[in-house]
């Protein structure tokens, strides 16, 4: 199994820009989270889903942030238009049911100037 | 909602020191995961504890799980310098919240 793919692994990109983050979770896994992580705020989660459904979306910073996961396979978040505070390490992990144990992947760095 | 506190927040040892986090909850919990996070990678699993006071090792990691279920620790006997990363614990009462996570350095 490749595990838990997220893509690109690296964005570089001007505020004002919009910037999606894509995941694909472990085949036959029903939920899939988004996490941000900086030094100062640690590890926060954004939003998760079980079965394709938004369960929780409450740690979304602000509008400018959409998650959707139109597929068992496939996840997105956008940000629009992004601002250098943006700036972090993006984890999507996905997990057999919810609430068992986590696997997460690779993370993509955003960095937002 | 659930608030999951986690301490100390950064740890630095001598090699062949212990170590110990601790995790506390302001609920009960259902159940409690435990992750390490590599400099530079993305957090590992390493272990779930679901029973009141239950204690599982895994080679020189003991972790335990409060009577109440509202705390738990992990402690690593004599570290290793493989040991460097940050420890999280994750909590689930219906609703999963990481900690904050411990920072363990181990000088050589």
């Known amino acids: 199994d490749a595990g838990v793919i997220q893509s690109p692994r690296h964005e570089v990109t001007e505020m004002g820009q919009e910037v999606t983050l894509r995941c694909k979770p472990i085949?036959?896994?029903?939920?899939l989270f988004w996490y941000r992580q900086t030094m100062m705020r640690g590890l926060e989660l954004l939003i998760y889903f079980n079965n394709n459904v938004p369960i929780d979306d409450s740690g979304m910073p602000e509008d400018r942030f959409s998650a959707k996961m139109p597929n068992a396979s496939f996840s997105t978040l956008k940000i629009q238009p992004s601002e250098p505070r943006d700036s972090a390490v993006y984890f999507c992990?996905?997990?057999?049911?919810?609430?068992?144990?986590?696997?997460f992947g690779p993370g993509t760095r955003l960095t937002v100037l | 909602g659930q608030q999951v506190m986690q301490i100390p927040q950064y740890q630095h040892v001598q090699e062949g020191e212990d170590f110990t986090t601790y995790c506390n909850s302001s609920t009960t919990l259902s159940n409690i995961q435990w992750y390490k996070q590599r400099p530079g990678g993305h957090p590992v699993f390493l272990i779930q504890l679901v029973k009141s006071g239950e204690v599982k090792k895994q080679k020189r990691l003991t972790f335990q799980f409060g009577e109440a279920k509202k705390n738990s620790s992990l402690h690593i006997t004599a570290t290793q310098t493989t040991d460097v990363g940050t420890y999280f614990c994750?909590?689930?009462?219906?609703?999963?919240?990481f900690g904050a996570g411990t920072r363990l350095t181990v000088k050589p």
């Open positions: 085949s036959g896994h029903n939920s």
């Open positions: 994750a909590g689930n009462n219906n609703d999963m919240r």
């Open positions: 992990a996905s997990s057999l049911r919810l609430y068992n144990e986590q696997f």
